[in-house]
């Protein structure tokens, strides 16, 4: 007999479906009530376990990583303080984990030599072989932990994973390779370039663009050896990449671009020329833009390059050619550019119809505060 | 002797209403419970997911980079005078390089534009303009002659609403991408850094919106949100987990299966060029921030181009919520009549294939279950009082019901509260859970029942014709240091 028939009511099938349903839905509830006190209890532990552990380790570190470089600690003090901090750890794995952890924390906050010292104290501590078993892990984000804790230490990938994650279905651990590869590998920090089919999103590029921005410029790869690339997204991050880095050498890598199929690839091209300041190549640029008259990013940047041109120049009519563009934003920048040569630019605009537009438009580029 | 035939005609007229009044509210509250049940499971994952994805984020690189995207920082004012400077510097001083703030003074009639013009030194400047979305007239442009200050810009025009006053913005924004900001609200010092990594990471996304979360009784300092706690006022507190429930589990899942169709309007992220070229806010409609991110993804259905609408669960955004059933009873019908306003203007969009799962699964969802719905559950009430008053009540069927329906209310709340813990834990004090716990039980009768009135009245005003805001009176944030320092 259940439960409703002992209390003497007789249910249908329909009204017994919808008391189990519910009766299921509280315990549901009852029970992520448990998980929620207890993950608040656990997180509490945890927090109090972490801070006592920093509290351990802080007085060897301070002292390891404290030292002069030119009085270097004796090996039994360093053997000591490194004793102390595996005690610390105790070994298990959340020592283990604080312990990078807090490392890592330290040297992001830390400058100079102290930092080489942080990586020193990570391998002594044997901890890069912790972080490499987890590069053997089957959850991924504990792979991409291991891959980002040596990386950030600078330790070498293993050759063998290296490869192997370099063409991971996963996106963000094949992102981590990759920026694990340019943070360690300085002779060849783009190596994984060569071979590489998919696509580098806006998002890694600017990733890539940090650490290759950290690292000795005297390294930095020659970019140009990409611009054949099949993929036209690396095509493009190695012309930013040139322009950022001022790699002047590659401009007529750069210019022959201008004549690429995709329009993207013409437009990072012509602001690699501009930022580059390849006033040699004006002719090919205005070429190329007058393949794309409507591209309103290619308008723009042709104006912006055009802008380096001596005063007087019979090619800075291309320019006043864009004050009758459609778009307004293109007639903007064109007044204002040729303004930045205010006596030329002044007489070239006095020779047009003083259209109320244009009248705005010279007000609004000689306003210093806008500007 | 032979039956009445009237009497037998009015039984069986009567059968049949019970059978499809009966049957069709419990089918639709069984329906609901699915669709719910499943945006939940589908949230946690998408949740889990995210969190695991950006474990290792470093957002500071977007901070120190020359690819990071422009953003213009659009912000519309009307008689703020009591918080505006806070606000603007609070704006200024976010976590991006490359970016511009564009307060619009939409035709204030208090000390806005004058406390602006005082406070951050501005002279009026002839910046030329294309008025590419039709809008009231612009009376002025300021900048400061202070260089501290040389990412504001305020335009002054002439009252014409949020809509319009955000159109005046997409017109003068400078950036590719325009956030479109309600300028009382307190934007956490990293939310243009987390906004901007979907335009990033995909060149698909045309918007991106961000959870807003509720701000009463935070503590708040210098336009900065310093301290979260949860609101003391119980109808603030209702609505706190009302916006973890609907940011968290709802958007997430609509995120992941790319039918969002709304962004909150307090914080949105979009393309400038694709927000000017489907045509702007609607002026016309009290619902311009959900309207306009179907206009946009109209718009690239029907020119065919591949496009995604992203989401961010980081709590970015903090609003202070209505704490009096009058004020929080205007939003709620503006809100009901935006909803049925957007879905009136899109209805081609009511089961059409060419505009995919928008046509086919998220339109008729919002129609169904988040305009309808107060009126097919009062529908239910009213046929309930009406079997009340014949005697016809079956209890046990009404008792087992009531149960299903309140347990299954709480559980939602529950699963809520775990995707909360477990992702972003901002209630970190230890009453906090037994508040939001006891807030839960008693929510599905002390305020479920005012937010379905208060949507009826929203459409019983829409058939009225009625258009207005209405008044959102605010306490201000202000209010809340000014105890802080008193306690």
């Keep these: 007999m259940s439960v409703t028939e002992s209390l003497g009511l007789h249910l249908d099938p329909l009204e017994t479906f919808m008391i189990e349903a519910g009766g299921f839905f509280m315990v549901a509830g009852i029970v992520i009530v448990v998980i929620l006190l207890t993950s608040r209890s656990l997180k509490n532990r945890r927090q109090r376990v972490v801070t006592e552990l920093h509290e351990a380790f802080q007085p060897s570190l301070n002292v390891m990583l404290a030292q002069s470089p030119h009085e270097p600690m004796p090996d039994s003090s360093q053997h000591y303080h490194l004793e102390q901090l595996q005690k610390a750890m105790a070994q298990d794995r959340i020592g283990k984990q604080v312990m990078i952890d807090y490392l890592i924390a330290l040297k992001r906050s830390l400058a100079g030599t102290a930092t080489i010292r942080v990586d020193e104290v990570y391998r002594a501590l044997g901890l890069h072989l912790y972080s490499e078993n987890k590069m053997h892990s089957r959850v991924w984000k504990l792979q991409a932990q291991g891959i980002r804790e040596l990386a950030t230490m600078k330790y070498h990938l293993p050759e063998k994973l290296k490869r192997l994650y370099v063409r991971a279905r996963h996106e963000t651990l094949r992102e981590e390779v990759f920026m694990a590869i340019t943070r360690t590998e300085q002779d060849n920090p783009l190596s994984f370039l060569t071979d590489y089919a998919g696509k580098i999103s806006p998002w890694m590029q600017l990733n890539l663009h940090h650490y290759l921005s950290l690292m000795d410029p005297r390294k930095l790869p020659d970019f140009s050896q990409w611009f054949s690339h099949l993929d036209e997204d690396v095509v493009i991050f190695c012309l930013q990449m040139t322009a950022q880095f001022r790699q002047a050498t590659n401009v007529s890598g750069i210019a022959a671009l201008l004549e690429h199929k995709n329009p993207r690839v013409v437009e990072s091209a012509i602001q690699a020329l501009y930022n580059l300041g390849a006033i040699e190549y004006a002719n090919d640029v205005i070429r190329a833009a007058e393949r794309y008259p409507a591209h309103i990013n290619i308008c723009l940047l042709t104006v912006d390059f055009l802008e380096l041109l001596e005063p007087g120049d019979p090619r800075l009519m291309v320019t006043e050619s864009y004050l009758d563009h459609p778009e307004f934003v293109v007639r903007k920048k064109a007044v204002c550019n040729l303004l930045k040569e205010e006596e030329y630019g002044r007489f070239r605009l006095s020779l047009r119809p003083q259209t109320p537009e244009l009248q705005a438009l010279i007000e609004d580029a000689t306003e210093p505060l806008l500007h | ?487």
């Design chain 2, 1 to 487: 002797m032979p039956p009445n035939p009237y009497y037998i005609n009015q039984t069986v007229m009567w059968n049949l209403i019970y059978t499809l009044v009966n049957d069709g509210v419990l089918l639709y509250g069984f329906t609901v419970a699915v669709w719910y049940f499943f945006l939940a499971i589908m949230s946690m994952i998408e949740m889990h997911a995210y969190l695991k994805r950006n474990y290792f984020i470093d957002y500071s690189y977007i901070l120190s980079s020359p690819f990071a995207p422009g953003i213009s920082l659009l912000a519309p004012a009307y008689n703020e005078s009591l918080t505006i400077i806070d606000n603007v510097k609070s704006l200024l001083s976010l976590m991006y390089n490359n970016y511009e703030v564009i307060i619009i003074n939409d035709g204030s009639k208090d000390e806005t534009l004058n406390k602006l013009i005082a406070a951050f030194d501005l002279v009026r400047v002839p910046l030329a303009y294309e008025m590419t979305l039709p809008a009231k007239p612009v009376r002025g442009i300021y900048k400061s002659r202070n260089r501290a200050f040389r990412k504001l810009v305020i335009i002054d025009k002439v009252n014409g609403g949020k809509a319009d006053a955000l159109n005046v913005g997409l017109n003068l924004a400078n950036k590719p991408l325009v956030a479109c900001i309600d300028v009382d609200c307190i934007i956490e010092p990293d939310a243009l850094l987390k906004m901007a990594k979907p335009f990033l990471e995909d060149r698909e996304v045309i918007a991106s919106g961000g959870v807003v979360r509720i701000a009463n009784s935070c503590v708040v300092e210098e336009g900065r949100l310093v301290e979260v706690k949860l609101p003391t006022n119980l109808l603030a507190k209702m609505q706190v987990l009302e916006y973890i429930r609907a940011f968290l589990l709802g958007r997430m899942a609509w995120s992941k299966l790319n039918g969002l169709l709304l962004i909150s309007g307090a914080f949105g992220l979009f393309r400038r060029d694709i927000a000017v070229k489907s045509g702007g806010y609607d002026p016309n409609t009290v619902g311009e921030d959900m309207e306009l991110v179907v206009r946009m993804r109209c718009y690239m259905h029907d020119h065919k181009i591949p496009y995604r609408v992203a989401y961010i669960p980081d709590p970015l955004c903090w609003t202070e919520a209505p704490s009096t059933n009058e004020v929080l009873g205007r939003q709620r019908n503006r809100w009901a009549r935006g909803t049925f306003e957007t879905l009136r203007i899109h209805k081609k969009l009511l089961f059409n294939p060419k505009y995919g799962l928008m046509g086919m699964v998220s339109y008729p969802f919002w129609l169904v279950y988040e305009w309808a719905s107060p009126m097919i559950e009062s529908t239910g009430l009213l046929f309930f009082l009406l079997l009340v008053i014949l005697g016809k009540v079956n209890w046990l069927f009404f008792f087992s019901l009531m149960l299903a329906i309140y347990c299954f209310a709480f559980f939602l709340s529950m699963f809520a509260l775990l995707t909360e813990e477990f992702s972003f834990y901002k209630y970190t004090h230890h009453k906090d859970i037994l508040k939001m716990i006891g807030a839960s039980l008693i929510e599905p009768f002390w305020f479920h029942p005012r937010v379905v009135w208060w949507s009826l009245v929203g459409n019983w005003k829409l058939i009225r014709g009625e258009k207005s805001w209405g008044t959102m009176t605010r306490q201000g944030f202000v209010e809340y240091r000014k105890n802080v320092a008193k306690a």
